[in-house]
């Protein structure tokens, strides 16, 4: 077999992976997207706080470009993913670690932890420490007489968010370990998998939006 044979039968491979993934991936993307709208009504005071597309967007559809940069959040970590892992693999693969499907779990893992890790942590460390010099005292109650929509998703949801990537994580390092060469076979088992990665960059993108909203709050902006 020629060097244009090899390349043909690796593009037909990969072909063929991208169509077994297609139809997880879209199933995952539009529960995701769903659940975000859900969240987004429900909360709609809190993204008026925000004020996303201040200037050109009118203040009745805040809420609406904040669903819009926050879906667009959720999909560019998720491709964001898919690029890391796909790099990661081939580095990998040229350091002599197998071309194997364990190598490509791994390097999926490694840049999952990146994912769920990296946007927070840059946030904190850009931001955190003069949020830390702003007061908080009253916020809750402020929240509570003038933006009651508001608080239950700045204030009661936000420690839920920030720590659901625990579980997330155990949910899609388990599908991805446990079941092995499963996932390539199983309908189902991909599905589950994708859901979790999006999932886990839904919760990124509702923690950041958390935070920025609370800064603006601050503020006074």
Not at 51 to 62: L, S
Not at 120 to 135: E, I
Not at 179 to 205: P, Y
Request: hydrophobic share 55%; no cysteine.
């Amino acid at each position: 077999m020629n060097q244009l044979e090899i390349a043909a039968d690796r593009r037909s491979e990969w072909f063929e992976e991208i169509r077994t993934w297609s139809a997880p991936t879209l199933a995952a993307a539009f529960t995701v997207t769903v659940v975000l709208m859900l969240i987004v009504a429900a909360s709609k005071p809190a993204w008026l706080l925000l004020g996303a597309g201040r200037g050109f967007v009118p203040e009745e559809y805040y809420h609406v470009w904040g669903f819009v940069l926050t879906l667009g959040t959720v999909f560019g970590q998720a491709v964001g993913w898919a690029g890391g892992s796909a790099v990661a693999f081939y580095v990998m693969a040229a350091l002599g670690f197998p071309p194997t499907w364990a190598t490509v779990r791994l390097a999926m893992s490694v840049v999952y932890v990146g994912l769920a890790v990296l946007p927070l942590w840059a946030y904190h460390v850009l931001y955190g420490s003069w949020l830390l010099g702003l007061p908080r005292a009253g916020l809750d109650e402020w929240l509570s007489a003038n933006y009651p929509g508001a608080r239950w998703f700045l204030i009661t949801s936000h420690p839920i968010v920030d720590y659901s990537f625990i579980p997330l994580a155990v949910v899609f390092l388990g599908l991805l370990w446990w079941f092995g060469e499963r996932l390539r076979q199983e309908a189902i088992l991909r599905t589950a998998l994708a859901l979790a990665l999006l999932t886990t960059s839904l919760a990124v993108a509702l923690s950041l939006a958390i935070h920025s909203i609370l800064v603006h709050v601050r503020i006074g902006t």
